[in-house]
């Protein structure tokens, strides 16, 4: 899983969606919404559920804003409803330059819930995710295989590991951001020249 293109990716969800809504995979694009398709609540566990089956990961329960959030504490990245520069300044760090148009302007944080269902957004986490999912164990180098709940077993010595969450890999990529970016920026003087 580790190795698979962003089409292999896309092609194999756009499956999990279409069963799951009952439609046809040609009607999913890149650029279309889950909830546009039909998606309701339900669904969305659905399609979670077996995206998770189908790719051996462990995604996030909450969106990255939401842990970046916690990190930050309260009126850093979004105020009254909408995100600060400095929380764009953060989802633009994580997502890919083509969607920044989704950043420009006044950006409400309930409009963000659109664009974290957009089928290309979750084609890239899963990617992104994937790359934590060994295909080969480290102790002896035999194929991995998909094992109980959120585990991964070696086929040939039977090591076993627990897959690492896409809720604990946000919350590590938020902590580097804010000690490495943020706070440098956020502790820096203000120069003479600023200030006049």
Known sequence: MPN?????????FAQIVAKSLRIDASQIAPDTHLTDLGAESL????????????FHIFLP????????????????????GYLTEEGKQLLLRRMPGADAQAFEGDVAVKDLQHYFLKVGTWVRMIQGLAQYTPAECGAC????????????????????ITLRSGE???REWVREYYDKEYRPRAEAPVSA????
Do not use: H, W, Y
């Not at 669904?43 to 189908?54: A, R, V």
């Open 168 to 170: 604990e890999l946000n």
């Open 141 to 160: 180098g035999g194929p991995m295989v998909p094992s109980m709940g959120f585990r991964m077993k070696c086929g040939k010595c039977g090591q076993e």
């Open 193 to 196: 020249t600023a200030v006049q």
């Open 4 to 12: 698979m293109t962003e089409s292999e990716v896309f092609d194999k």
């Open 61 to 80: 329960d909450k969106s990255i804003l939401e842990t970046a959030v916690e990190v930050f504490g309260p009126g850093i990245l979004e105020k009254d």
């Open 43 to 54: 669904d969305l566990i659905e399609i979670t559920m077996e995206t998770e089956t189908q």
